[in-house]
């Protein structure tokens, strides 16, 4: 599994994000301050964004690839979070 992870500010706030991706069986599991917001079983889907919210703030992760790479995006207001 890959994991990845965010620090986003929202309204003074700092949230961690993290996201476990099963990239060869495509689960995913996205938490934000260690609290399951997003618990996805097996999809084969090669491309996708999860909508969920932080704070009652619109945020997305887009998961994408072209091949054995693979991107990853944490969206917050449409505007893109730097992953560290």
């Known amino acids: 599994m890959a994991i990845k992870a965010w ?3 929202i309204s003074g706030t700092r949230h961690y994000v993290e996201l476990d991706h099963g990239m060869m069986s495509g689960k995913r599991l996205i938490k934000v301050d260690d609290q399951v917001v997003i618990d996805e079983g097996m999809s084969m889907s090669w491309g996708h ?3 969920f ?3 009652d703030h619109p945020a997305e992760i887009e998961i994408s690839t072209a091949g054995f790479d693979w991107d990853y995006a944490l ?3 449409n505007r893109v979070v730097q992953q560290f």
């Open 7 to 9: 620090n986003v500010d």
């Open 49 to 51: 964004s999860i909508p």
């Open 53 to 55: 919210e932080i704070e």
């Open 75 to 77: 969206k917050v207001n």
